[in-house]
C-alpha cells in the first residue's frame, strides 16, 4: 500500500473488513454510521500507508485502532449535532405546558454544561458508557486502559456532576 499497490489495499479489507466493521458497529451501534468510519479508516490507512512502522505492531492493530478513532469521533459528532438540535428545538409531546417543556430544555442545556466542565478523559467515557452503550470492560479494552481506571474515571465523573447539578436544584 505504500508504494500505492491498490490490490493491497483490496487484499487488506478483504483481510480485515469484516472485523473493522463489527468494531465500528459495537461502538457506533449504526450500521451506516459504522460504514462510514470503516471507509474513512480505510482511506486514511491509505493515504498513511507510508508512515506505517512495523516495528511498532502489526497491521491489524494499526488498522483497527483507525477504525476505533474514527468510530469514537463519529459516536462524539453524532452527539453534538443531536444535542444542537436538541437545544434548539426540542418537541412538545402532547399534553406538555409550555413551561414542562422549557424546563426539560433548561435540565438538558445544565447537563451538557456540566459534561463540558470535565477534563476529557472523564467526559470521553461517560459518553462512551451512556451514549455509545459500552460497557466498562469495553471501554478498558477500546481506550487500552486498565478497568480500574475506567471505573475511577467514571466513579470521579459521576460525583463531578452529581455536584455540578446538584447545586442548580431548588
Not at 479489507?13 to 468494531?23: L, N, W
Not at 452527539?79 to 433548561?106: C, H, I, N, Y
Amino acid at each position: 500500500m505504500a508504494r500505492g499497490a491498490e490490490d493491497a489495499l483490496a487484499e487488506l479489507y478483504d483481510r480485515f473488513g469484516g472485523v473493522a466493521y463489527g468494531v465500528a458497529l459495537r461502538i457506533l451501534r449504526d450500521p451506516a454510521l459504522a460504514q462510514d468510519a470503516v471507509q474513512d479508516a480505510f482511506l486514511a490507512a491509505w493515504r498513511t500507508a507510508a508512515a506505517f512502522d512495523p516495528a511498532r505492531g502489526n497491521a491489524s492493530t494499526w488498522l483497527l485502532t483507525l477504525v476505533h478513532r474514527r468510530a469514537v469521533d463519529l459516536v462524539r459528532r453524532e452527539e453534538r449535532r443531536r444535542a444542537d438540535v436538541l437545544d434548539e428545538s426540542a418537541p412538545v409531546a402532547s399534553g406538555d405546558s409550555t413551561d414542562e417543556a422549557a424546563e426539560v430544555r433548561a435540565q438538558r442545556r445544565a447537563v451538557q454544561a456540566a459534561l463540558a466542565q470535565l477534563p476529557a478523559d472523564q467526559r470521553e467515557a461517560l459518553e462512551l458508557a451512556y451514549y455509545g452503550g459500552l460497557s466498562q470492560s469495553q471501554l478498558a479494552e477500546r481506550l487500552g486502559i486498565p478497568l480500574g481506571t475506567v471505573k475511577s474515571r467514571m466513579f470521579t465523573a459521576l460525583a463531578t456532576l452529581r455536584d455540578l447539578l446538584g447545586s442548580q436544584e431548588p
